[in-house]
């Protein structure tokens, strides 16, 4: 018998069962300011929000031109393929015009 994902969990609200997993993203909270130490927090908080924002760029390209908005979840093996699949036409979409260039 398979396990299930330890970080998978699940609720019935009226007779609809649902599925899913509590994300704790901590990429971007907010550090807790001490005088003589919030530059320093300022410059971090910075480097982290420039990351996230070319990643959360993916996701929007994949959600609003491709469509992939909904995913069950069916195992962590089978999301993660399927997380690739989706995200590999959006590579190509981001490097559109530079492909373009190199084929000319």
Not at 13 to 30: E, I, T
Not at 97 to 102: A, D, S
Request: glycine share 6%; hydrophobic share 30%.
């Amino acid at each position: 018998m398979k396990e299930r994902d330890p970080e998978m969990h699940q609720t019935k609200k009226g007779n609809q069962y649902c599925f899913g997993a509590k994300a704790q993203d901590m990429a971007n909270r907010r550090a807790k300011t001490e005088r003589g130490v919030e530059e320093e927090k300022t410059r971090k908080s910075r480097t982290k929000s420039r990351v996230r924002a070319k990643v959360e760029r993916a996701f929007c390209i994949s959600k609003r031109i491709f469509g992939y908005t909904k995913v069950r979840y069916r195992g962590i093996k089978k999301n993660h393929e399927w997380l690739l699949t989706a995200l590999a036409p959006v590579n190509l979409y981001q490097h559109c015009k530079r492909l373009v260039l190199l084929g000319a």
